[in-house]
């Protein structure tokens, strides 16, 4: 039989949701480079429709600057899963388009975690609690 989970593993996770939801979001029309961290983090990214805030996409990485502002604002359709799926799913019918519709709707949010671990056991546990619209469609 697998063990229970430590009360003090999952209160880390809970910790990290909530700081992670609780923070005031950057609007992408808003963004610059020095407004994100450079360091190691978990993000979160909502689209504002229809005045309801709901959950595009969850990721980490070791620079969330380089990964939220170079490639998901920025960056082509190789750099940017969440362009790629705005295209696939037929959500925005080309490159142009999900450029814009992240610049025009999308919000994000981050809490920095440098642990490789944490930072993956984290954005599990919120993809888990928040089934962000994309995202969680394949593996890498």
Known sequence: MVENPKTEWLEFLKKGYQ??????????????PSKIPKEAGVYLITALLN???IP?????????????????????????RLKKYLINSGECPDLASAKKFIRSFCL?????????????????????????????????
């Open 19 to 32: 700081c992670l939801v609780s923070m005031k979001p950057l609007a992408f029309t808003a963004m610059t």
């Open 51 to 53: 005045g309801k805030e």
């Open 56 to 80: 595009y996409y969850i990721g980490r990485s070791k620079n969330l600057r380089q990964r939220i502002y170079n490639n998901h604002l920025m960056g082509p359709i190789s750099n940017a």
């Open 108 to 140: 994000v949010r981050w809490i920095q975690e440098n642990d490789i671990r944490n930072r993956g056991v984290i954005e599990g546990y919120v993809t888990g609690l928040l089934s962000p619209k994309y995202g969680i469609y394949e593996e890498h």
